[in-house]
């Protein structure tokens, strides 16, 4: 089943730019966040180490995020 997600034009944009020609969106998605395919995981992880694993994913996404916005602060400072 597919979805819709909304991101930001920019974020759009740096998705696209890092796609390889033989990947879906979907698939340069995977490969950016770096996480194995859900199909390859179903059923091996318990539910509560399942969501502790995602609250760490998403701990380092919003550090990676703030290093970004840190980085481009420090560029338009210059």
Same mark, same amino acid.
């Given at each position: 089943m597919a +979805?819709?997600?909304r991101v +930001? #034009? #920019?974020f759009? *944009?740096?998705v696209k730019a890092h796609k390889r020609d033989d990947e879906t969106m979907e698939d340069t998605l995977r490969r950016l966040i770096g996480g194995p395919h859900p199909e390859s995981?179903?059923?091996f992880l +318990? *539910? *509560?180490t399942a969501e502790t694993i995602h609250e760490h994913v998403e701990a380092k996404a919003e550090r990676d995020v703030e290093s970004r916005r840190r980085i481009v *602060?420090?560029?338009d400072d210059s």
């Open positions: +979805s819709t997600i +930001s #034009e #920019e759009r *944009e740096f995981v179903a059923g +318990s *539910e *509560e *602060e420090r560029m």
